[in-house]
């Protein structure tokens, strides 16, 4: 899940991985323009960027209580061994849609612990020892072996091997990371404190890419620099519940179910 932050005295904005991964398909849906070519083959990444974290909803279903916070695990924190069953979920989940949106989830799983093919100075394989370290090693391995058998399938297919050459296969998963990271960025921080961010290695085209930058204008609104989306302005959602930390004993999950479901809303315009 994750635990949007709030401010002091205020309950937190909890989402599920699924409501996350909805509202980046939003982003995906919305994303082309004169100057930035649109998710393609478009059924297909549409759909993967909508379910990249599909891998999540057994574990989120279950809403274990992290005894730091009262609340439910947020993503960062949640411990190991169920961030690595949710590595390969996703890409089981997407590969049976589809193999293209298999190799791209694949991928996406690969880079979330290698530093996003050189995207990300985040390398997270590298932070682990021991148990850890041999447990996440056999899981990469097994991604890797995924992407060569699925690659080997695209390959049998001329419109499909098209897909996955002059660099059409690292332009979607390039989006992918896009939609992902600036979604986190509403998920993951409350409105108040959000700040100014820059997003790089945004895909313009096959061959180049380059940086976003989204500023908050305090009343709900933010300008995107250069502007990535096919309408002037977005006005966009997304849900999820609003809960206090819960006491030792008491079932966080209980809790979620009770709390309604609501919305926070933004809108995107170019600078």
């Known amino acids: ?15 599920t991985m699924a409501q996350h991964t909805a509202f980046a398909g939003k982003l995906a849906a919305q994303f082309g323009n004169d100057r930035f070519e649109a998710v393609k083959p478009r059924d297909i990444v549409l759909n993967v960027v909508a379910c990249h974290d599909v891998g999540w909803c057994a574990f989120d279903a279950r809403a274990l209580r992290n005894p730091a916070t009262g609340l439910p695990y947020h993503l960062v924190d ?9 590595s390969a979920a996703s890409p089981d989940f997407n590969e049976a849609q589809h193999a293209y949106g298999g190799l791209l989830s694949s991928m996406h799983s690969w880079g979330l612990y290698n ?16 148990t850890r370290r041999t447990a996440a090693d ?42 992902d990271t600036l979604a986190l960025y509403f998920h993951c921080n409350h409105a108040e404190g959000r ?22 204008l305090g009343d709900g609104s933010y300008t ?7 309408e002037d302005a977005l006005a966009l ?24 479901i609501e919305r926070q809303q933004l809108s995107l315009r170019a600078a």
């Not at 949640?78 to 949710?86: G, I, Q, V």
């Not at 995107?224 to 096919?230: A, G, H, K, V």
């Open 237 to 260: 959602s997304y849900e999820g519940r609003y809960l206090w930390p819960v006491d030792e004993g008491n079932s966080v999950r209980e809790a979620l179910a009770a709390a309604p």
């Open 78 to 86: 949640t411990p190991f061994e169920h961030l690595l069953e949710t």
């Open 115 to 130: 530093g996003r093919y050189g995207m990300s100075d985040k390398v997270l394989v590298e932070g682990l020892e021991g």
């Open 1 to 15: 899940m994750i635990v949007q932050s709030a401010p002091p005295g205020a309950p937190h904005f909890v989402m």
């Open 195 to 216: 700040e100014p961010a820059s997003f790089t290695h945004v895909p313009v085209n096959r061959s180049d890419a380059c940086e976003v930058t989204i500023t908050p």
């Open 224 to 230: 995107c620099s250069p502007y990535p989306f096919r």
């Open 138 to 179: 056999h899981m990469l391995a097994a991604e890797e072996a995924r992407q060569q058998r699925l690659r080997a399938t695209l390959c049998r297919d001329p419109e499909t091997a098209a897909w996955l050459e002059n660099g059409q296969l690292m332009q979607n998963y390039k989006q992918l990371q896009f939609f």
